[in-house]
């Protein structure tokens, strides 16, 4: 079955940066397009970042557009999401999703799988 572990969460400054990684297993990663996604306490999940299977494609959340940028290494079976410039309001908890296509819309629609997400924790 489809595993995503995401990993590199913590405790950062504002104005800081951090890179958190999810790994996946069970089918073959480059088949499928990945995205970010966070909920903040008492917040609803929202969409951060998509990428197609190869990489050719990103998209952003508006609220993260030029702070955040997707990857991912096809032969690593990983997908990555540097932060930039972090917010005391991008603390959430972040969520890895793998979707069942290749390529995925603007917002991300369409993910069928979810990590357990990792913890970042913005403090000003």
């Known amino acids: 079955q489809v595993q995503l572990v995401e990993s590199g969460g913590g405790l950062v400054q504002a104005g800081g940066s951090l890179r958190v990684s999810c790994a996946a297993s069970g089918r073959t990663f480059s088949n499928y397009a990945m995205g970010w996604f966070r909920q903040a306490p008492g917040k609803e999940r929202e969409f951060v970042a998509a990428?197609?299977?190869?990489?050719?494609?990103?998209y952003y959340a508006d609220s993260v557009k030029g702070r955040f940028y997707i990857s991912r290494d096809n032969a690593k079976n990983t997908v990555y999401l540097q932060m930039n410039s972090l917010k005391p309001e991008d603390t959430a908890v972040y969520y890895c999703?793998?979707?069942?296509?290749?390529?995925?819309?603007?917002?991300?629609?369409?993910?069928?799988?979810w990590g357990k997400g990792t913890l970042v924790t913005v403090s000003s």
């Open positions: 990428i197609n299977w190869n990489g050719g494609l990103t």
């Open positions: 999703a793998q979707s069942s296509a290749s390529y995925v819309g603007s917002n991300g629609n369409g993910m069928d799988y």
